[in-house]
């Protein structure tokens, strides 16, 4: 049974959607469609893989610890490993880096270093994938800082307000790729019948009006004073507002891209349950840089509870960050608590 070919007039790709915003851009030499491209088949490579879940022998622990130390789980070698062979060879990258790797990543000396830097976390949500949840992959592209040769780990420890691109992949009931070069957020959708990435959401701006909020829960009581009462302030309990709905998948991007269409707020706050975490759990380099710089693109903010992540400099691959992100007035909402009850204590 053939399925309906698709309209003709509704068929933008991603190559035809950059195409066009090049044209605004006279300067632009097409070599950032071509990384968007290679990261579409990224895309395209892991979720033939996600579909087809515990028939791919996909499921499941390695049985090692990675430089985060945390339990490796297969796809996040698989997903690792095709996110820099898909990139290593092509000429338009100088260095990249991964959550999965404890330093940067070179290109193999047999193929020149190109002019951008790409910054990833192959899988995001590993706590997710043996039990058929949505999870993704999140990337980031700067222009590199140094001139020549091969790149530097000062050009992966770059600020996300100087992103030029910035995305991710969603492994979910369909595969998506939602990225921003600075003009606006673009949603495609893996039609699987003709293996391309078709333009579904344009410009997507988060709506006013948030409709829920995405947060373990479950570890408030390791929460600061501040974090405390800004939740209890989303659930209505100072009855000043109607609560919000609590919605938590437990895969950032997943959790990031409901309420970037639906509108709300995700947060992952520092907690003293985790020694590791006492800084908060979310990478900043490859996790909540590129999602804070697709929110400000799409309307919403992303900050630490006290600054914009966008103006953090990285100082470390792996330095992790407090998160609060989604609609701009409940994440300065956040600011507030935490500048009220958590920094006059100190
Ligand atoms: P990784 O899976 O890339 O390590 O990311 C971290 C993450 O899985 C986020 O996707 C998610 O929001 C969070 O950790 C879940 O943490 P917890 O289980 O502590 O709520």
């Not at 673009?186 to 990435?197: C, M, N, R, W, Y």
């Not at 709300?264 to 999602?291: H, N």
């Amino acid at each position: 049974m053939f399925s309906q070919p698709p309209d003709h007039e509704k068929i933008i790709t991603i190559e035809r959607h950059i195409l066009s915003e090049q044209q605004s851009h006279p300067e632009a030499t097409g070599v950032l469609t071509s990384i968007l491209y290679d990261l579409a088949l990224v895309g395209k490579v892991i979720a033939s893989q996600t579909t087809r879940g515990g028939l791919a022998e996909i499921l499941g622990r390695t049985g090692n610890t990675n430089v985060q130390g945390e339990q490796v789980m297969k796809l996040d070698v698989l997903a690792d490993r095709m996110v820099y062979r898909l990139n290593d060879h092509t000429g338009r990258l100088a260095v990249m880096a991964s959550e999965e790797q404890e330093g940067i990543m070179n290109i193999p000396e047999e193929y020149s270093p190109g002019k951008y830097v790409l910054v990833y976390d192959p899988l995001d949500g590993s706590s997710n994938i043996d039990y058929n949840v949505s999870i993704g992959t999140i990337f980031a592209v700067y222009r590199r800082k140094s001139h020549s040769g091969p790149g530097t780990l000062d050009d992966c420890l770059q600020k996300a307000r100087d992103l030029v691109v910035a995305g991710y992949l969603i492994y979910g009931a369909s595969t998506m790729l939602v990225y921003t070069s600075g003009m606006g957020v673009h949603g495609f959708t893996l039609d699987p019948s003709v293996g391309e990435f078709l333009l579904t959401h344009s410009n997507i701006h988060t709506p006013q009006q948030a409709k829920y909020y995405s947060v373990n829960q479950g570890y408030e009581y390791y929460w600061s004073e501040g974090v405390r009462r800004f939740t209890h302030f989303l659930q209505g309990r100072d009855s000043l507002t109607k609560g919000l709905p609590l919605r938590y998948i437990g895969s950032m991007v997943a959790d990031f891209h409901r309420n970037l269409l639906a509108g709300g707020i995700f947060y992952y706050p520092a907690d003293t349950k985790d020694p590791r975490y006492t800084q908060g759990k979310m990478r900043l380099l490859y996790e909540a840089g590129p999602l804070a710089f697709i929110a400000e693109q799409a309307g919403g903010y992303g900050s630490n509870g006290m600054q914009s992540i966008l103006e953090i400099q990285p100082t470390s691959l792996h330095q992790r960050t407090p998160l609060f992100i989604g609609n701009r007035p409940l994440v300065e909402k956040a600011e507030e608590f935490i500048r009220q009850y958590d920094l006059v204590r100190e």
